[in-house]
């Protein structure tokens, strides 16, 4: 296993010339070699180090781009600790996060600049850098700096060199630390599954800032040496998918009912030419999943989490067993804790992927054992062959199509915070969260306070249906 800076040398050396990460610009594909892409990340490294950087946790937050691979690989790769984020959080998560975890600078999307700058007076010492506007100078200065300081790749692989976040942040924050050995654990398992090579080519839609994402559209691809092209518009998905024909693609249930309500034969033609067609980041309807497997495509359904680095269970190419939710990777340790009658208990994970713990947690909360091991909180049956087969949660949660995490008792302590509303349940509607309250309110006032509640949270998150009962019983329920 190698680090991060090892595998970017290595690129460089063998394939220099060759394209690496494709942006369009102008309705047309523009190509960015190997080359370029390493020369660009050591010049941003050394200006990042030449500016105080070095060692410090840098905040990532924007659309997909060529840029925000550029930070992400030079932050882990030479400089800190790269903090990811969503981008559609709102300013009061990004508040949440900045008091629980110290951060020396933010890059961030013009898009998302607005919702920064209401904070520059709370965290006036953290840096705040527009990626658009500043990171051509920054490479600038970098290459000037090449000539007299050098720069060291950050071997260590078991310091932190990733933050990530899970189940949002509308009470305490869970942030998830990760080492270059946990992000690189699984690679040979998965190469020895699916075996991808410098002569693929993915086409990335997902956002960078999950660990699915940033670990198999961006690490893995540094290892495989395969070539990015990068979706300039969710709504050209299908049309660029069809210019593209990569051989590489990783999904999410959501994009795959796209793909299925959009089919054609040419649609058709082209996903059968993808060789490893992953979907992940929550549950795929069977009889979807049955569909394009039966139509010759090779969709590789995925299990995995953010503590476990990703990948937990993929399914082996034409696996004929349709029912499993992919097959434990043979690095990892499964098994099921306190099973029923049917085998039925809930998932847990050791292994080199797995993260050490969450970080700054004042109330004691874990799902890691003295052992290391990761409580997933899912329910499942584990084969004895490896196949996973998934039960639920043992949590309450909603996971939306495109794998986002919703954990309800968050949402409800949100609307019980009003002292005349006496309960509140969360549940999924339509892939969304919805509520049903008692109070003795007039519906309107509720209405008002729900959407006092929705814009302190990112839209994924906003209730979007509300019942109103009266309350009958004349008190809160405890």
């Not at 460089?12 to 060759?18: C, I, L, S």
Request: hydrophobic residues 40%; glycine residues 6%.
């Amino acid at each position: 296993m190698k680090c991060i800076s090892e595998y970017l040398t290595d690129d460089y050396h063998k394939w220099a010339d060759r394209p690496y990460i494709s942006t369009k610009e102008n309705g047309s594909w523009r190509s960015f070699t190997f080359e370029e892409t390493v020369n660009d990340i050591c010049a941003l490294s050394r200006s990042l180090i030449a500016q105080g950087f070095h060692h410090k946790n840098i905040m990532l937050c924007g659309e997909n781009s060529r840029e925000w691979i550029l930070l992400y690989l030079a932050v882990m790769g030479y400089v800190g600790t790269c903090v990811l984020v969503d981008k559609e959080w709102t300013a009061y998560d990004f508040q949440n996060t900045l008091s629980v975890l110290p951060v020396s600078a933010v890059f961030v999307s013009r898009s998302r600049m607005e919702r920064f700058e209401s904070l520059r007076e709370r965290f006036p010492d953290t840096c705040l850098f527009c990626i658009e506007d500043t990171l051509p100078a920054l490479i600038a200065e970098g290459k000037i700096l090449s000539s007299f300081l050098p720069l060291r790749g950050q071997t260590d692989m078991s310091r932190t060199t990733l933050i990530l976040f899970t189940s949002g942040t509308t009470n305490m924050p869970k942030a998830i630390p990760l080492t270059q050995a946990n992000l690189f654990a699984n690679w040979d398992t998965l190469y020895r599954r699916t075996p991808m090579t410098d002569r693929d080519i993915s086409y990335v839609f997902l956002p960078f800032h999950h660990v699915y994402t940033g670990v198999a559209n961006i690490l893995y691809t540094i290892v495989s040496g395969m070539q990015l092209f990068l979706c300039s518009d969710l709504n050209r998905l299908i049309p660029e998918l069809m210019e593209v024909h990569p051989t590489v693609v990783c999904t999410v249930p959501l994009f795959l009912y796209k793909m299925y309500d959009a089919m054609n034969d040419d649609l058709l033609q082209v996903l059968k030419d993808i060789r490893f067609l992953y979907c992940g980041g929550s549950f795929t309807e069977p009889q979807i999943k049955k569909y394009f497997i039966r139509q010759g495509i090779c969709l590789l359904e995925a299990y995995g989490t953010t503590e476990t680095s990703s990948v937990i269970a993929l399914a082996y190419p034409h696996d004929p067993d349709l029912a499993a939710n992919g097959v434990v990777l043979e690095n990892l340790t499964v098994r099921i804790l306190d099973p029923d009658e049917n085998g039925v208990g809930e998932i847990i994970v050791s292994g080199k992927s797995v993260s050490a713990g969450y970080l700054n947690r004042s109330d004691h909360y874990s799902d890691f054992d003295e052992t290391g091991s990761y409580h997933t909180g899912d329910l499942g049956i584990l084969a004895p062959d490896g196949h996973l087969y998934l039960k639920g949660r043992k949590k309450r949660m909603i996971l939306t199509a495109n794998g986002k995490n919703i954990y309800v008792e968050e949402l409800e302590e949100m609307l019980l915070k009003n002292p005349q509303i006496k309960t509140a349940a969360v549940f999924e509607e339509n892939h969304h969260p919805a509520a049903s309250i008692v109070s003795d309110l007039p519906e309107e006032n509720v209405q008002e306070y729900l959407a006092e509640i929705n814009r302190n949270l990112p839209r994924y998150k906003q209730i979007r249906k509300l019942y109103l009962k009266p309350d009958t019983l004349g008190g809160r329920i405890k």
